[in-house]
């Protein structure tokens, strides 16, 4: 567990240094001492993480999911991060999701269409289907959050 903590310990710092530690404590209600005791090496605070809920609202805030990455590696997952906010919703719901779901699909399905067109799939062709795959995948999260958003 040592290694573990220090390892999230020091992406708590990234995290909290990204931001920028007035803001830090600004957006979680948090003073500078208690951020600082998530990311301190010292024994007396090694059982001390930052709570779930002030990393999402400093990983809102900082350029990059310090914590989140750091969590995901952790677990072998790899992320695929997208400087895209998707917590800044454009209104539209369900409805539009399912619109830019198959449009998305289409888009998905004329690449492919195009790069099997020879037989063979380049790997530049493959780099596109790629890409237009994260892109509906994309759509598909932004539909499940909004269908979650929706149920009572």
Do not use: W
């Amino acid at each position: 567990m040592a290694g573990i903590g220090s390892y999230l310990k020091k992406h708590t710092e990234a995290l909290v240094k990204d931001v920028g530690i007035e803001r830090a404590c600004e957006l979680t209600g948090k003073s500078k001492a208690t951020l600082g005791r998530y990311y301190s090496d010292s024994p007396e605070h090694s059982d001390r993480f930052i709570p779930v809920d002030a990393a999402a609202q400093l990983e809102e805030a900082s350029s990059y999911p310090h914590v989140t990455a750091a969590l995901s590696e952790l677990r072998g997952i790899t992320i695929s991060y997208s400087d895209r906010r998707r917590n800044d919703r454009e209104g539209g719901g369900v409805n539009s999701d399912v619109i830019a779901l198959s449009q998305r699909f289409a888009m998905l399905m004329a690449e492919y269409n195009q790069s099997i067109e020879d037989g063979v799939i380049s790997v530049n062709e493959a780099k596109r289907l790629l890409k237009e795959t994260v892109a509906l995948q994309q759509v598909l999260i932004d539909m499940k959050l909004h269908l979650e958003e929706e149920q009572p």
